[in-house]
Structures are given as C-alpha cells and as structure tokens.
Nanobody
C-alpha cells in the first residue's frame, strides 16, 4: 500500500526557516509525483507545493512562491520542503502526499502522511 512519514516540523520564528522531510516506503517512490499540503485550524487543506517523479517540474501556491522549495531524493525515498522567510500565516499541520498525476487538488493524491505541526511565532 505504501506509507509516508513526515518530520521536521516544530516552532519557527517569523523570518526564519524550517525544513520538512517526508520518507516514503512500500512503493516505488520514483514512479510518483509528491505534494505538500497544509491545514490550519478551522480551514480546508490547501495545496502548498508539488514535484514530478524525477524532480523536473514543480509547482507552488502563490502564497509560498519564492519562499518555499520542494525537492526530492529518489535514492533516499524522501521529499523535502524547505521553508524560508516564515510568516505567522504559515502555521498549520503540513502533510505530504503521493499522486500518480501531478496535481494541486487533494482528491488526486492517493496516500497521505500523518502530518507534522509547524508553528511560526512573530
């Protein structure tokens, strides 16, 4: 079936940086696109970034463009989200997810991690 496990969340300062990790197992990771989403309390789960199977294409939400970078290491079965210039509005639970088609819509992602909390203090 496959499993995704996120790590690297925690408390960050406004203007600072955090790096999230997502480790995949149980599937041929390099065959799939990967995405990061986030969900703040009382809000819907929003798209953050996505990357194609070989890292050749990436997409970002306008709210994080220029601040966040998604990358992957297929040899390590890991996808990363480097978050710079953090803002208080970045506070949310961050989820990584796997998709057979690169997309920004949560419903097109098949497998989800359990999420990791990111809290940005101003």
């Amino acid at each position: 079936q496959g499993q995704l496990v996120e790590a690297g969340g925690g408390l960050g300062q406004a203007g600072g940086s955090l790096r999230l990790f997502c480790a995949a197992s149980g599937r041929t990771f390099s065959n799939y696109g990967m995405g990061w989403f986030r969900q703040a309390p009382g809000k819907e789960r929003d798209f953050v970034a996505a990357i194609s199977w070989n890292g050749g294409r990436s997409y970002y939400a306008d709210s994080v463009k220029g601040r966040f970078t998604i990358s992957r290491d297929n040899a390590e079965n890991t996808v990363y989200l480097q978050m710079n210039s953090l803002k208080s509005e970045d506070t949310a639970v961050y989820y990584c997810a796997l998709t057979s088609q690169l997309a920004t819509t949560p419903s097109l992602y098949n497998i989800w991690g359990q999420g990791t909390q990111v809290t940005v203090s101003s």
